[in-house]
């Protein structure tokens, strides 16, 4: 779908997966005036096909969009566009075995021009793509790279927008965790470099010795996962108080020495949940869980929210949204 400052939104078309002509001086390009989105279909045991809480995706990106200054794309059309897309591509939603059909969407500015302003022409794609488990062989714990160097925003900066740019600020450090034998990667607050924000895609869950689950509160810099969000309303079915509370890094390293943290996990939609086995940085490590190792609570909200969004079980929050 296409937008100039003068027509607003037309010219919607599908058409089947190909490169796009962009030209050289278009804004992305070299300013970076992008967002995106991330959600998947699933098929269900009796062959109709569903996506998890849409419009909470429609949401953000709509957030994203004003953050980006871009125009904004009104909630329906951005649900109603990747019904389409999902539909279109019916054929190509997996069955069973935690497997999906990722879906990608995204807005970009395209007018050629060399200058820092809003562009005046943008366009939305999405695109899909089918996506097999996350873990092909049984959940195993993910290892963790503290980055004490970089930070991932800024406070009045990009952090709570999903923008290709906080991405590009991001690889440098993803790159240290690869190198120093870890998966992901945690960022600190930029101001202190105190608290714990969240890693390079998901975010971060700590279990408590009295059942209750913590989590980073928003503050601006932190993005609004979509999983986080439904961990907080389904954790009260499953008997866990909730806190969304600013956490130290102190807090953690020093409640799994000293049993008041008993488990560690993250959550993304790529994941869905994934306990973290161990957190190291420049001279240390402390080891949450080995593979192999329980992680019940981490284990047992997976389950539920798996069995939600693959039509397993009853769906209280109304999130499934039928396509096919
Ligand atoms: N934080 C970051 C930086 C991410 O890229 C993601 C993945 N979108 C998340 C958190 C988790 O968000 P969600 O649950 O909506 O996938």
Redesign the pocket.
Known sequence: VSWTAERGWHDAVIKPYGPLLIDPASAVLHYAQEIF???KAYRHPDGSIWTFRPD??AR?FANSAKRLALPTLPEDDFVAALDLLVSTDAAWVPSGGEKSLYLRPFMYGSEAFIGVRPSAEVKFIAIASPAGPYFASGVKPVSIWLSEEYT?AAIGGTGAA?CGG??AA?LVAQQEAIANGCEQVAFLDAVERRWIE??????LWFVQDDGSIVTPELTGT?????????IIALAGSLGHKVEERKIELDEWRTGVESGRIVEVFA????AVITPVGSLKWRGGEIVMAKEGDATPVASEIRSRLLDIQYGRAEDPHGWMHRVA
């Open positions: 989105e991330g959600l909470a995706n953000r991932r999903k906080n991405y991001s969240e890693l390079g895609g998901m975010n932190i993005l609004e996962g979509i999983t986080r969000d439904a959550c993304g939609t790529a």
